[in-house]
């Protein structure tokens, strides 16, 4: 029995220095596999901690795509307008030089005909002046024509009837030639008073 007791006490010496040192490797073992399932739950946490961040930055990327398609349309409408004015201002901009152009030529025709009427109104107005002094002239030559008119049927009147005689006879002929200068004085007067245009 002493031997089943050294056996025993051998086996148990060994045996509990063993199961120590499993119990040690156990918990040793457990210790690894709680950090390992603490970590295995922090690399989770962070996966979806990054796959939250990862979502999130999809749908601001397709946001920001759906704005950027906006703003590429937004663009395009305002390039358009902005084209659409600038042709628009062009031919504005165009008639405007076809109005202003046709309006010079409108002055001008207006202008050469105001100053076509101011040549011929300074021209009448020559021949006005020049007619009122024909008619100031006209009027004194006829005014010295009625006066000797009026001297030649004073003197007619003025006549007897013998220097009628005299005048007239041929034989004698005395007052004759007399009268003849006296008749040839009136013509020169008369002649004197012709208007000549």
Known sequence: ?????????????????????????????????????????QLEDQRAVLQAKQAEAERERDRLKKETTALKAQVKEVDQAYRQAVEDFNQRLGE????????????????????????ERAKFEREAAAFKASTKSCEAKNAALAKTGSEIL?????????????VHDPVFGLKRVEHQNTVQDYRDRILDQKVTP
């Open 96 to 119: 405007r030089d076809e109005m202003l152009e046709r309006w010079k030529n409108a002055y001008s025709e207006a202008a050469g005909v105001a100053r076509a009427k101011d040549a």
């Open 154 to 166: 004073e003197r007619y009147e003025a006549m007897n009837p013998l220097e009628a005689i005299a």
């Open 1 to 41: 029995m002493r031997t089943f007791a050294n056996i025993a006490a051998i086996t148990l010496a060994i045996l509990v220095p063993a199961s120590a040192q499993a119990q040690s490797d156990a918990d040793r073992l457990r210790e690894a596999l709680r950090r390992a399932t603490l970590q295995v739950r």
